[in-house]
């Protein structure tokens, strides 16, 4: 099994940037393709970004395009998640997740971190 720990959340102002990482342990990150999910409160979890176990393809939220950009050291067994120009609408927990195939659902990932609060003031 992997563990996943993420960290880097906090409070910006819009149009600021942060930069999420996800460390994992227990089993090394390459194998496993990687994703991003985000919860708000009151709404249903929703895709962010996926990446393959190599980080040579990655997969957006149509709605985040060219705004976040996910990426992955494996010798490091990190993952990253950089947010720019963010609004008060990406406020959300942010999660990571492991699994053995790329996918943009919750069910394509089996093991998840606990999350890291991202709040975004206007």
């Known amino acids: 099994q992997v563990q996943l720990v993420e960290s880097g959340g906090g409070l910006v102002q819009a149009g600021g940037s942060l930069r999420l990482s996800c460390a994992a342990s227990?089993?090394?990150?390459?194998?496993?393709?990687m994703g991003w999910f985000r919860q708000a409160p009151g709404k249903e979890r929703e895709f962010v970004a996926a990446?393959?176990?190599?980080?040579?393809?990655?997969y957006y939220a149509d709605s985040l395009k060219g705004r976040f950009t996910t990426s992955r050291n494996n010798a490091k067994n990190t993952m990253y998640l950089q947010m720019n120009s963010l609004t008060p609408e990406d406020t959300a927990v942010y999660s990571c997740?492991?699994?053995?195939?790329?996918?943009?659902?919750?069910?394509?990932?089996?093991?998840w971190g606990q999350g890291t609060q991202v709040t975004v003031s206007s």
């Open positions: 990446i393959s176990r190599s980080g040579g393809s990655a």
């Open positions: 997740a492991a699994g053995l195939y790329i996918g943009n659902t919750t069910t394509n990932y089996n093991y």
């Open positions: 227990g089993r090394a990150l390459s194998s496993y393709a």
